[in-house]
């Protein structure tokens, strides 16, 4: 079987699956009492399920062992990976499953969000132990250099910055669920471009599994991913594009993740920099993202949505163009055409 059907046997799987457990992880909830309450910076009016990462996990890592079992982990050459390269993959599996379940008993019983940062560092702590390691930076006018022991809290900052920086912008129907499938098909393709299957099987997995998950949670919604879902899928992003991405030694495949993430990283940026200028705590919750700016300003939920995944798309074909994939920047231009239309109908939107 090639490279490209694995890929393609992940995705199915894990949007098979998501689309199957879904519905049922939602009447457990609803049996449960696990619900979201609205209250005054929450969209939805109703309580509603938040245990919708639950699926992605499962569907994710079924279709991940079926296809491992199938022989499907190799590397570029076709070959059984390394050991060095077996320890990084299951440094991002087990590192998954470890965010999930963090998130999962921060839907089930509130942890503190100190308690909370300690299990995200610890656990990140772990996965660089195993190879999920940030070695090189970019450094202006420079170029790479390799950072040393600081490898260990850049490699902290980053894995546990993405997880919140989902985990931040899930406050609409569908936003984090559509943004994260996009940023995953995008690393995905970038992956095997940079001749790491490995890390474009787990990325063509997830990608299935929020995509799936979007039947049931776009606007309007009948279920949430939850911190479980956010939690897991901003780990495995962020780590995927540190094995399959920041490890080639070359500046435009260092700063690719980068750009890929953008919208979120961006996002969480913009908001820790207001609350600290109006002298609020960084990890307090407020209005202050995107999607709620947007909301003010008139647009729907809707729209606001398909404008953010417009934006999503848009920095994600520039990092096609910017890893030199061929008609890289066709992709950049067409979808610089489609924000340019979405800006258009948002401002025509907007009061």
């Known amino acids: 079987m090639t490279h490209t059907l694995y890929h393609l046997l992940a ?24 619900v979201d309450l609205p209250s005054d910076r929450k969209v939805h009016q ?20 079926v296809v491992w079992w199938s022989g499907g982990f190799i590397d570029a050459s ?9 320890y990084e993959i299951w440094g991002v599996i087990l590192g998954g499953l470890a965010f999930f379940l963090i998130g999962l008993a921060d839907d089930l019983y509130s942890l503190s969000p100190f308690t909370r940062l ?27 250099a390799h950072i040393g022991w600081l490898s260990l809290p850049v490699t902290v900052t980053w894995l546990v910055g993405m997880v919140n920086a989902v985990n931040w912008i899930d406050g609409l129907d569908g936003l984090a669920a559509g943004v994260s499938a996009i940023s995953a098909m995008v690393m995905c393709v970038v992956s095997l471009f940079m001749n790491q299957p490995a890390a474009a099987l787990i990325s ?21 991913m939850g911190d479980g879902g956010s939690y897991f899928i901003g780990f495995t992003l962020a780590a995927v594009g540190v094995i399959g ?8 495949s260092v700063l690719l993740p980068y750009v890929i993430l953008a919208v979120p990283i961006l996002d969480m940026v913009a908001v820790i920099v207001d609350r600290l200028r109006n002298g609020k705590s960084p990890f307090k919750a407020d209005n202050r ?13 809707k729209l606001t949505v398909i404008f953010i995944y417009s934006l999503t798309l848009w920095v994600g074909c520039l990092a096609l163009a910017f890893s030199g994939i061929p008609s890289g920047l066709a992709y950049a231009l ?12 948002t401002l025509r939107r907007a009061k």
Do not use: C, D
């Open 289 to 301: 993202h995107l999607h709620h700016r947007l909301l003010k300003a008139g647009l729907s939920q």
């Open 11 to 34: 995705f199915l799987i894990s949007a098979v699956v998501v689309l199957l457990s879904t519905p049922v992880v939602k009447q457990i909830g609803l049996r449960s009492g696990r």
């Open 204 to 224: 063509a997995a997830l990608a299935g599994s929020a995509i799936g998950f979007l039947r049931y949670n776009f606007n309007p919604a009948q279920i949430f």
């Open 118 to 144: 300690l299990l995200q560092a610890g656990v990140a702590s772990l996965a660089w132990g195993v190879g999920v390691r940030i070695e090189f930076l970019t450094v202006p006018f420079v170029g790479l």
């Open 334 to 345: 067409g979808a610089t055409g489609l924000l340019g239309y979405t800006s258009w109908r």
């Open 78 to 86: 076709g070959q059984p990976l390394s050991p060095k390269q077996e």
């Open 46 to 65: 109703h309580p509603m399920v938040r245990l919708g990462g639950v699926s992605i996990f499962m569907g994710t890592l079924i279709a991940l062992l």
């Open 245 to 252: 991405l920041v490890k080639t030694a070359v500046v435009t």
